[in-house]
């Protein structure tokens, strides 16, 4: 399912224009995004949380020459599934 899939199942399930729908699921985004970038975490009981990870700074190699390379240390989105969500696969 891509954006606009969803952003239709969203409208169909709540009888919402597409427009209305639209909104709504970016809202959604934009928000949770905004909270990350705080480092705050977003749990949706039931569905699962959203959370920050640091990365350190590491060494890697470069795949075409072998060279060692510094990978900077980052940020990354993570996902954590819950268990209403993980029931419902199985």
Do not use: C, H, W, Y
Not at 35 to 51: N, P
Not at 59 to 81: D, L
């Amino acid at each position: 399912m891509n954006k606009q899939e969803l952003i239709a199942a969203v409208a169909n399930a709540s009888g919402l224009g597409k427009g209305d729908a639209s909104r709504a699921v970016e809202a959604v985004f934009d928000t949770i995004s905004a909270s990350l970038k705080k480092g705050d975490e977003v749990r949706l009981v039931g569905f699962g949380t959203f959370a920050v990870s640091k990365r350190k700074a590491s060494t890697g190699r470069n795949p075409r020459t072998g060279e060692p390379m510094t990978i900077k240390a980052s940020t990354q989105p993570k996902f954590k599934a819950g268990k209403v969500l993980k029931d419902s696969l199985n």
